[in-house]
Each structure stands twice: as structure tokens, then as C-alpha cells.
């Protein structure tokens, strides 16, 4: 990494490293005017189906590498949470998990 002022240059490459290169997780960032953007992360679930959250900064520099480990870190927490499910019609119990396609779009 190189530096610019005070902090360190890092790539999308690099914040997935520092997030342990997680299988599922992705890193782009979105153009919608030359000299603008934002970035978002992206969670495959399987393929065709996958769920992001934006981060809403210009640059990737405009974020510390630790803020970006924070931000997928909970990303990939809320996207791997799991939740008991009592069935209304059985009372049944069961586990769901948030990134799980159920067939429904």
C-alpha cells in the first residue's frame, strides 16, 4: 500500500483481504457520472441471486480500511444471521437464515 498524506492507499483487492477474502462477498463500486460513484457490497447467496448494501462515498480513500472492515463485517453478519421461526399452522419450530433463495423474487 502506498501513502497519501496521513493514511495508506488500499484497493478494493485489499478490503476484501483484510475481510479474509470471504467466498460470498464482493466489492465494486458504481459510476453514475464519470467523476462520481458510490460503492456497495455484494453477498451471493447462490447463482442469480445475491443482496448488496451501498456505501455512499466517492472514494474508497474517503473511508480508513478499518471503517470498510466494519461495514462488511456487518454485512456479512446480517446476511448470515439466523433466526427461530415458530410455524403459525403447525407451531412447529425452525431455523431460517436471512441469505437463503426461497424460490420467490
Sequence with gaps: MNTVGNRKRFTIKSVLKALGNHPKLGLERI??????????FIYNIEEGYSETTSI???????????????????FINAMEETKEVVSIETGEKFTVRRATHNGSS
Excluded at 459510476?31 to 456497495?40: A, C, E, Q, R, V
Excluded at 474517503?62 to 470498510?68: A, K, T, Y
Design 56 to 74: 455512499y462515498v466517492n472514494r474508497l480513500s474517503h473511508l480508513s480500511i478499518e471503517d470498510w472492515v466494519k461495514h462488511g463485517k456487518k
Design 31 to 40: 459510476n453514475y457520472k464519470s467523476d462520481l460513484g458510490y460503492y456497495i
